[in-house]
């Protein structure tokens, strides 16, 4: 097997909100859109980021249909977590979990998207 590309697909309420949200503050751009779906991409994040509507029909297992914000992070390490969190804060990201460092190394912060879901970038210390 040879993979060649790598996404995450979330289903959310209201996907171009999402999609402003990553492009506006992580450089994410976008690389297709129709109604209820919208992919973006960023080649150093090493993968596509995909966001959904919830309650497509040609959405498939129905099982797993539901909002993508329960328990979900969306994690991406960064070089300068200090200045990333500045950066944020001074753009009015909310902020959900302020920065801090665990004790094995990981300093993250945490944000919320317009449709409530979190964005954690972290670097490693």
Do not use: C
């Given at each position: 097997?040879?993979?060649?590309?790598?996404?995450?697909?979330?289903?959310?309420?209201?996907?171009?909100?999402?999609?402003?949200?990553?492009?506006?503050?992580?450089?994410?751009?976008?690389?297709?859109?129709?109604?209820?779906?919208?992919?973006?991409?960023?080649?150093?994040?090493?993968?596509?980021?995909?966001?959904?509507?919830?309650?497509?029909?040609?959405?498939?297992?129905?099982?797993?249909?539901?909002?993508?914000?329960?328990?979900?992070?969306?994690?991406?390490?960064?070089?300068?977590?200090?200045?990333?969190?500045?950066?944020l804060?001074?753009?009015?990201?909310?902020?959900?979990?302020?920065?801090?460092?665990?004790?094995?190394?990981?300093?993250?912060?945490?944000?919320?998207d317009?449709?409530?879901?979190?964005?954690?970038?972290?670097?490693?210390?």
């Amino acid at each position: 097997m040879n993979i060649t590309a790598s996404a995450i697909s979330l289903n959310v309420a209201d996907p171009q909100a999402s999609a402003k949200f990553v492009v506006d503050h992580l450089g994410f751009i976008e690389k297709m859109s129709a109604d209820g779906f919208v992919s973006l991409d960023r080649p150093d994040a090493g993968l596509n980021l995909i966001f959904l509507r919830t309650g497509l029909e040609t959405f498939k297992p129905k099982s797993a249909a539901g909002h993508a914000g329960d328990g979900l992070l969306v994690v991406f390490v960064v070089d300068d977590i200090d200045a990333e969190y500045a950066r944020l804060q001074a753009e009015g990201v909310p902020i959900v979990t302020p920065i801090e460092t665990e004790e094995w190394g990981e300093r993250y912060f945490q944000m919320s998207d317009p449709n409530g879901i979190i964005l954690q970038l972290v670097q490693w210390v």
